[in-house]
């Protein structure tokens, strides 16, 4: 109705000169005809051109004057001719219209206020200032149209159709049709594919930096492991701290491993108790049910200590390995702890490799994460000596972050594997949560891992590319 009210009034008018008129005038809502005649002048029938007009309306306090008058009219209606005691008038208006009305309308000089009596003089102009004062009143901008025929002037709006079909194009009514215009800037359906968890894609991303740094991957998939490989093959002693069940989750069923290579275990309890290779060892009686309890692995150098123990089973040749998989520590969760995480790890084994390879090796590998300014840190790890601890400049943050651990196996892990004396294993180790956490922007570990992560994050988040591979 709206719509053949605005053509059809066109057709035989130039303009119409105010849409809001030409509502009343057919008592059409305004803001139907606005939304035609939007409509109308998105497919160019109509030239619209906007119309504003300042206008005032009342608050719902003026309305309740509006209504009722206000308190000063309300006042004046009360006094007689021979005039009203203040305590009658105060008991008929009631204490707040009284209140209100009295000081109204004597600031507008309507009454004498007498000590007893108050009587009535002729009321002023309307004043527009003292009811904004009063908030009764507020302005209100009105919007319209002026509206003239468009390009697209029809008196009837044509079909409009997206296509032309073989059927339109036979029976010759495309003629007759309004195509719709192509909407150039219009986004394309969003794909419902699946979407990569950044975890994933740093590292896929670190994957294929160790990759074409010549480096192949470990078997990682193994979660649960026996304390043997995950500790004692790595000459950590049974009563160190971290095998505690405070950091460990050990496995109540099943509890224990089932096999271990016979003959090694027998060199490391060797090492463990009583030395050789130079070494003193830890002089403590190595108790095998303890190596055999089954547990949770606490890092991924468990996965090294098997691979480096494979390798010493055949002829020497060296090999570098890596891995970047899922670790399990009993700790206190926080902010940016989970007892679940993943660590990357990466190792050379070779003949005469020393500390200046080590050192040479990070700064390969983190050049190409982006970090190029390191710094190493003397520290100590149970079967890294030495053992560094590795930072790196952030340039964002404007500070010095570790990022990583690293050292040189001890020869009381490899000998005992049945590595030649003069072969040496490079390694180091770092997290995959605490870069990518830091890559995109996310400062809970939450929000990243874990049962209550946003899969709007999954979905949404930038394309995240690392330093040169
Ligand atoms: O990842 C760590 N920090 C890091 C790494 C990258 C990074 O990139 C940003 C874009 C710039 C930012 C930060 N760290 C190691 C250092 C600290 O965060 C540390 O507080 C937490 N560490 C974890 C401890 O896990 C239980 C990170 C994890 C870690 C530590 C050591 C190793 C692996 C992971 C190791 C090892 C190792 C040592 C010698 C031989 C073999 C393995």
Excluded at 359 to 377: A, E, H, N, P, Q
Aim: proline content about 5%; overall charge neutral; aromatic content about 10%.
């Amino acid at each position: 109705m709206a719509e053949e009210a605005v053509l059809g009034y066109l057709k035989n008018n130039d303009e119409i000169r105010d849409s809001g008129d030409f509502a009343d005038e057919r008592g059409i809502d305004h803001n139907e005809i606005v939304n035609v005649i939007k409509s109308l002048h998105g497919f160019r029938y109509v030239d619209a051109q906007d119309i504003k007009r300042e206008t005032w309306v009342l608050t719902d306090e003026g309305n309740t004057y509006a209504t009722l008058g206000s308190p000063e009219i309300q006042l004046i209606l009360a006094i007689p001719p021979e005039g009203i005691s203040r305590d009658e008038l105060q008991k008929k208006l009631g204490p707040s219209v009284f209140k209100i009305g009295c000081s109204q309308a004597a600031k507008n000089k309507w009454v004498e206020m007498g000590k007893q009596l108050i009587t009535k003089k002729g009321i002023g102009a309307d004043d527009i200032k003292a009811l904004k004062a009063r908030k009764l009143i507020v302005p209100q901008t009105w919007k319209g149209y002026s509206v003239k025929k468009g390009p697209n002037y029809a008196p009837k709006r044509k079909k409009v159709v997206t296509d032309l079909t073989r059927d339109n194009l036979q029976s010759g009514e495309w003629k007759e049709l309004e195509f719709k215009e192509y909407n150039y800037s219009a986004k394309g359906q969003p794909l419902e594919g699946g979407n990569l968890h950044p975890l994933l894609k740093v590292q896929s991303q670190i994957k294929q930096i160790f990759l074409c740094m010549g480096f192949e991957e470990m078997p990682t998939n193994n979660y649960v492991e026996s304390s043997f490989w995950n500790f004692d093959s790595l000459f950590q002693p049974q009563q160190h701290p971290a095998r505690d069940s405070h950091d460990t989750f050990f496995l109540e069923t099943p509890s224990t491993t089932k096999e271990l290579p016979e003959d090694y275990v027998q060199r490391v309890k060797q090492i463990h108790e009583f030395g050789g290779y130079e070494s003193r060892g830890y002089a403590y009686d190595w108790k095998r049910e303890e190596a055999n309890k089954n547990l949770l692995r606490t890092h991924t150098t468990a996965v090294s200590s098997r691979m480096l123990y494979q390798l010493a089973q055949k002829p020497f040749s060296p090999k570098k390995y890596f891995s970047i998989d899922r670790v399990f520590r009993n700790e206190a969760v926080d902010r940016t702890h989970l007892a679940e995480f993943h660590h990357i790890e990466g190792l050379v084994c070779n003949r005469g490799l020393g500390l200046r390879d080590l050192i040479g090796v990070l700064y390969d590998f983190f050049s190409r994460l982006g970090m190029t300014k390191l710094k190493f840190k003397p520290a100590y790890n149970p079967y890294t000596e030495p053992s560094m601890e590795i930072f790196s400049y952030h340039e964002g943050f404007k500070k010095w972050v570790e990022v990583g651990n690293s050292g040189m196996f001890r020869p009381e892990m490899l000998r005992p594997m049945g590595l030649p004396e003069d072969v040496q294993v490079i390694a180091w180790g770092l997290s995959l949560e605490r870069p990518t956490m830091i890559m995109y922007g996310i400062d809970n570990i939450r929000d990243l891992f874990g049962h209550k992560v946003d899969l709007g994050l999954i979905k949404k988040n930038s394309i995240c590319q690392l330093g040169i591979e």
